[in-house]
């Protein structure tokens, strides 16, 4: 395998696959076509419920079709989401869109990483995911910073054309995708193409069976991907109703992704930061939680700088804790079950996004943004507290019984 040529590749595709122009821009489409910041709610709602159901699942299908096919059909699932959203009349069809772009991103999640991880053990240099991944997350969150700051554009421009320009980069995903050599570390991965129809099913279900003991085997695995999904959720949530809070402070429309720009940039000095760690993962993920959380108390303000300082704080920390999270978990995970077990991480985002949506987009209709990003903030705070103290008390209690 030429490694070099294929971490480009993957450096390209997350390029592709994060220049979303609107991502900064989409409340503000939605409510500008008519609906409410419930409506909102209801159909991130909807975006994570799916991510939820399928987010394994789509993990599994990676492991047992290949990656390289999961990230094709990824593509395919994107353009549709794009083109559902540019139709009017009805608001099924953002549902729809949701749907699809939720589906597009579990094919995606947990796969790439897959992809990448197994590429470099076939090529022998495992020991350079860190780096690589830092790579593709710094990319990713430039690409990010890149489209923020073409979102006068989305707007000058408008929805559908907007999402026109989404269909365009999926069909770029696909095309770098096809380049893509499949990585095959295992028999297992070996053996995909020579599979038949009645081979899978039983394959399927092994492949549960050996994923569910997995979970239960190593429950501190999860415990991190808990607290990885836990630190991103409210990072979500800021980018989500940022745009409606930065207009009600006072910042033009037209400009709305200017200052947006600023917050995945913090997030990509958090992965480059994340490279030069020398912490223990615990106390790094204690401390990203204390940070986080007062950033994102600091994003309910009505100051301008105040809150862009808190949301890029908040951001920095998710991206500092994504590369630790994702180097320490995947020396635990097997080559035939890498990809479900990453979307797991996805999956326990989705399983705290279905409740937080909903409940952050009806708050902030009845009462203010600003109350929901104190309510973020206190919750995070509170909870990184509670499980330290749970954690030092346990340590403690079993020094106490060994001495």
Not at 10 to 16: G, N, P, Q, T, V
Not at 91 to 114: D, H, K, P, Q, R
Not at 202 to 214: A, C, D, I, N, Y
Not at 346 to 360: E, F, H, K, N, R
């Amino acid at each position: 395998m030429n490694i070099k040529k294929q971490t480009v590749l993957m450096y390209l595709y997350e390029a592709a696959l994060a220049f979303r122009m609107v991502d900064a821009v989409w409340v503000i489409f939605l409510l500008e076509r008519g609906f409410s910041l419930a409506q909102v709610g209801i159909a991130e709602g909807a975006y994570h419920i799916t991510s939820m159901i399928f987010e394994v699942p789509s993990g599994m299908a990676a492991d047992l079709f290949g990656r390289k096919r999961t990230l094709l059909l990824s593509g395919l699932v994107g353009i549709c989401s794009a083109v559902f959203m540019t139709i009017d009349g009805w608001i099924g069809f953002v549902y729809c869109s949701m749907v699809f772009s939720a589906l597009s991103l579990n094919l995606a999640s947990g796969t790439e990483e897959a992809l990448v991880y197994d590429s470099l053990m076939e090529a022998g240099c495992e020991g350079r995911y860190k780096k690589v991944w830092a790579n593709i997350s710094l990319i990713a969150r430039v690409a990010s910073t890149f489209a923020c700051a073409a979102s006068p554009i989305a707007i000058m421009i408008g929805y559908k054309y907007t999402y026109y320009i989404s269909v365009f980069l999926y069909l770029c995903t696909i095309l770098f995708v096809l380049s893509v050599q499949e990585p095959a570390v295992t028999e297992k991965q070996k053996m995909r193409n020579s599979q038949v129809k009645c081979e899978l099913g039983r394959r399927w279900k092994q492949h549960v069976r050996e994923t569910g003991s997995f979970i239960k085997n190593h429950p501190n695995t999860m415990k991190k991907l808990f607290a990885d999904a836990a630190l991103a959720c409210p990072c979500y949530l800021i980018m989500m109703y940022l745009q409606e809070h930065l207009v009600n402070c006072g910042w033009p429309k037209s400009f709305i992704g200017i200052p947006m720009l600023l917050i995945p940039l913090a997030g990509a000095l958090g992965t480059r930061i994340a490279v030069r760690n020398k912490s223990g993962l615990s106390k790094a993920l204690f401390v990203c939680g204390i940070v986080s959380g007062i950033g994102t108390c600091l994003v309910g303000s009505n100051m301008l700088v105040i809150v862009i300082c808190g949301a890029c704080v908040a951001r920095g920390c998710e991206g500092f804790a994504e590369i630790l999270v994702s180097e320490n978990v995947n020396r635990d995970f097997t080559s035939d079950h890498r990809a479900t077990l990453v979307s797991v991480d996805s999956m326990c985002y989705s399983v705290l996004m279905v409740t937080a949506s909903p409940i952050t987009g009806y708050l902030g209709e009845r009462y203010s943004v600003n109350a929901v990003f104190h309510l973020l903030g206190g919750v995070l705070l509170m909870a990184t507290v509670i499980v330290g103290m749970a954690v030092l008390w346990y340590y403690g209690r079993r020094k106490t019984i060994n001495n």
